[in-house]
């Protein structure tokens, strides 16, 4: 695959639009992309097999997700599998697909899904001797086995490209391109080899559940009992979720997606070509039959589907050249040879899309047994290899081999599968899909500034602006006319920063950069603040729970999931872990026992649904045990400053020093007017404060926002769940062992495997590492995602990053590794190795010195850092 990458300083005048088809117009052929070969005689055409009246599992879906699901399942053992297809296997949009198979993806766990899914694809045809059409292109475009070329070797690897302006592109000599159906009907072989049933034209109308847990299936051919069901049904995910009697959120919307054929051109592109990837164009192009294959994505995309459609209406999807025009113009630009090439089709097929453009793989919450593998976001056949095998891992451990949380269907809520919601989040989405961040090895030569890459530039800290305002606090527009500029995490509004009155509100709403950003000094007056005077944080989106009972068994659930000792006195407040079997952390979270048997759990804002289903999993069924979700019950005040503490007690009349209101201590109290405030003496940034849970009532004193909280965490080196810390990490990695009671009277979960951690030792650790002769003005910034370098050697990659306003430089936190002993085996690591290294931060190429702590750094060092400042600034006055 060739990405290339146009000059700024483009020489040759933009090409006007021409249109390809004939003044005298033309017929279509009458056959699709790819001629699929008949499926294995699973079903004949004039009789369907007998339905079996049992299964261990059902699959919905003989796409490519659902036969690699059945054949991942199958190789790990499993037996009594079924796979059930309404249509034929593969004659949806998997046999619409374009066939590239690119490892260039945003996020890591979708590179490790993409780099297995190519390596299957081949083996695929020496297992079964099923042709998969596996051709190794190559792709003119992160760290897996990727070159800097310069226009003239582009033009080497690809003859129809116009180099001239471009000032090079990435090369992934890996990337390959396949016939999707016959990858598809690969996959089913293997599967079927390995004894999983497929059934064709057997549709899905419902699934049985009872008393939370999957039991049967109900198909238009009759029931089948079972005790999994795994949800594959692409752009039916959607009406599959909600079709039973108890609804599944299945978040995703289909789109209409173009591409065009041509016929073989004058001289037949060999079918090694490399794929080419545009993103100023927002196209690609492969070789296909001698010909060209091109789609893209447009700036407009066209919603489809809303209201539900049947099967048939794939087939009949119309061509809109209108539509397309702008994307065959950018290919004539690119590629102005193919102005005389005869047009074959203009295909429009559909594809899925969800809210972050990113797919959904798990188990549902609510109904165990019940999964999820949908919403590919275009990129299906790449992924479909890996999350087969990933789901199927879920499915047998109960956890797949590598961190999905980014990809955990339990990301989003109900409200993000609203049909309104989705149609008008697709119209961001499909802009935006094939942004690629690389942030790895690559030597960027004169692309230092390079690095969201893909159809659209994704600057760091971007914002969707369709379907906003799904949630809000009760102070939304009080801070909205305060100045407030808004982010969203888990479909909620949160204020960024405040603009300051008159400051220009449209260049700060437009700034995109990967450099020093102009909310520089307005999020650096609200760190002051915080630290100086005080400032209060809207933090209403952060999920609460209750967990209530009428004896000791709210105490004892939670002695059983967190790793901390929850068994202190009343109004006393836990920072806590609740971890799996491996130790690591399915939540982070700080609990207040508010009586004997009542207690207030506080999670990160999108662990609503995941904290939730995690705690709902362990519980015992009690009607004396009650949970309950009161994030909406309560508006949260961040209170943060040294004087937080006057404004209080001058409102209540209640002295707040700590004789009186100790740290990590909680109490109810009137402030104000309102009664009734939950008062916690303890803020998420380390500084100085309290947390106020109110019934929704509304105070103001100093705003400030998330861009504030976020340098003032990472800056004591506060470590965030879904960024820093996940299900693979323990707090033996990250510094918080002294929150593990090992010796208290309850056993927890993960607690036989941190003991055995402890006594190996860990393999990484959690470190800071502030930068050193890094410009803050001029250089890059880093954004998280950085290599670290330990003595020239590759040794992790960073999780977090700001700016200290306090150290005045730039802080990244991140885990490091030691290089692995014999036979490949993970080295423990100790204090010593991580403060005897001389560590760097690759930032778009260019390693910049960094100092390594496992500590945050004391106020003392920041007072001789001043001094020292204060005694250069004095000599050089001097001289």
Same mark, same amino acid.
């Given at each position: ?31 699709r992309l790819w001629t699929s070969p008949h499926c294995m005689a ?87 001797g099923v042709k998969t059409g596996y051709v190794k292109t190559g ?166 589907? #809303? ?121 961001? #989405? ?112 952060? #999920? ?107 409102l209540s009349y209640v002295s707040m020093t700590p004789d009186h ?144 306003? #306090? ?73």
């Amino acid at each position: 695959m060739c990405s290339c990458v146009r000059s700024s300083r483009a020489l040759s005048p933009v090409l006007l639009p021409r249109l390809l088809i004939p003044q005298t117009g033309y017929k279509l052929a009458g056959r699709r992309l790819w001629t699929s070969p008949h499926c294995m005689a699973v079903s004949g055409d004039s009789q369907l097999p007998p339905l079996p009246s049992q299964a261990r599992v059902v699959i919905c879906g003989g796409g490519i997700m659902g036969t690699s699901v059945a054949f991942h399942l199958a190789k790990l053992g499993w037996t009594d599998i079924v796979l059930l297809e309404q249509g034929r296997l593969g004659a949806g949009t998997t046999r619409l697909c374009a066939g590239i198979v690119s490892v260039a993806k945003p996020i890591s766990i979708e590179c490790q899904m993409a780099n297995y899914s190519n390596s299957l694809y081949l083996q695929l045809e020496e297992e079964t001797g099923v042709k998969t059409g596996y051709v190794k292109t190559g792709s003119l475009v992160m760290g897996i086995s990727c070159n800097i070329i310069k226009p003239k070797e582009v033009a080497k690897l690809h003859p129809l490209v116009n180099i001239h302006d471009l000032v090079g592109a990435l090369h992934l000599p890996a990337d390959a391109v396949v016939s999707p159906p016959d990858v598809n009907h690969a996959m089913a072989v293997a599967a079927a080899g390995r004894g999983v049933q497929i059934l064709e034209r057997t549709t899905v109308q419902q699934v049985l559940v009872e008393k939370g847990q999957v039991t049967a299936v109900q198909t238009d051919r009759g029931s089948i009992e079972c005790e999994y069901f795994v949800n594959c049904a692409g752009q039916w995910a959607y009406e599959l979720g909600q079709a039973s009697e108890t609804k599944v959120s299945v978040p995703l919307h289909g789109c209409e997606h173009f591409y065009l054929l041509t016929k073989p051109l004058q001289e037949p592109l060999p079918p090694s070509t490399p794929v080419v990837m545009d993103m100023d164009g927002r196209l690609y192009a492969r070789p296909w039959q001698g010909g060209l294959l091109s789609g893209g994505f447009e700036k407009n995309p066209k919603p489809i589907f #809303t209201e539900g459609r049947n099967q048939l209406e794939i087939q009949n999807m119309q061509e809109d050249w209108d539509h397309f025009e702008p994307m065959l113009s950018a290919l004539l630009r690119r590629m102005p040879s193919l102005e005389s090439a005869e047009i074959h089709q203009l295909v429009n097929c559909p594809e899925s899309f969800t809210p972050d453009m990113r797919c959904l793989m798990g188990e549902t919450p609510g109904i165990s047994g019940y999964y999820v593998l949908a919403g590919m976001n275009s990129s299906g056949l790449s992924f479909a290899g890996g999350a087969g095998k990933y789901l199927a891992e879920w499915m047998t451990y109960g956890y797949p081999t590598a961190n999905v949380w980014p990809l955990d269907i339990k990301r989003f809520g109900n409200l993000q599968s609203s049909r309104t919601f989705l149609r008008h989040r697709m119209k961001s #989405t499909t802009c935006t899909i094939y942004t690629l961040y690389c942030k790895s090895q690559i030597h960027y030569n004169s692309f230092h500034h390079l690095k969201a890459l893909l159809y659209e530039l994704k600057v760091p800290r971007w914002d969707f602006q369709t379907g906003r305002q799904l949630r809000t606090s009760p102070l939304y527009d009080r801070l909205d006319t305060q100045g407030a500029r808004w982010m969203e995490k888990h479909g909620f509004e949160r204020p960024k920063y405040f603009v300051p009155p008159g400051k220009d509100l449209l260049s700060l709403d437009q700034s995109k950069t990967f450099y020093k950003p102009d909310w520089f000094d307005i999020v650096g007056e609200e760190v002051k603040c915080c630290k100086e005077a005080v400032c209060v944080i809207d933090m209403s989106s952060f #999920t609460k729970f209750e967990l209530t009972s009428t004896k000791d068994q709210a105490l004892d659930l939670l002695q059983h999931l967190c790793a901390n000792d929850l068994d202190v006195p009343v109004g006393h407040i836990v920072h806590t872990g609740m971890l799996n079997e491996r130790g690591g952390y399915e939540n982070d979270c700080s609990v207040a026992r508010l009586s004997k048997n009542s207690f207030f759990i506080v999670s990160p804002t999108d662990q609503q649904v995941h904290c939730w289903s995690w705690i709902k999993k362990h519980m015992p069924n009690d009607p004396n045990l009650h949970l309950e979700d009161v994030s909406w019950k309560y508006t949260a005040l961040n209170l943060i400053g040294p004087r937080a503490m006057d404004v209080l007690a001058e409102l209540s009349y209640v002295s707040m020093t700590p004789d009186h209101f100790p740290s990590m201590f909680c109490k109810e109290m009137s402030v104000g007017y309102a009664n009734g405030i939950r008062v916690m003496s303890m803020t998420h940034t380390g500084e100085p404060g309290f947390m106020l849970y109110m019934p929704i009532e509304k105070y103001g004193i100093r705003n400030s926002g998330y861009y504030a909280l976020r340098s003032l965490r990472i800056e004591k080196f506060f470590a965030f769940w879904g960024q820093d810390l996940d299900a693979f990490t323990t707090p033996l990695e990250c510094g918080r062992e002294f929150r593990v009671k090992f010796d208290k009277d309850t056993d927890f979960l993960g607690r036989e495997a941190l003991l055995q951690q402890r006594q190996d030792g860990p393999s990484r650790r959690f470190v800071m590492l502030v930068l050193e002769d890094h410009d803050t003005e001029l250089d890059l910034w880093p954004w998280w995602g950085e290599p670290i370098y330990r003595n020239g050697q590759l040794a992790g990659t960073t999780t977090s990053s700001a700016y200290s306003y #306090t150290l005045e430089r730039h802080i990244c936190l991140g885990f490091v590794s030691p290089p692995p002993g014999p036979e490949g085996l993970p080295t423990p690591i100790t204090p010593d190795f991580i403060n005897r290294g001389d560590y760097e931060v690759d930032i778009a190429g260019q390693r910049y010195p960094a100092k390594a702590k496992l500590y945050p750094f004391s106020s003392l060092f920041v007072q001789q850092k001043r001094r020292k400042e204060d005694m250069e600034l004095s000599n050089l006055q001097a001289k």
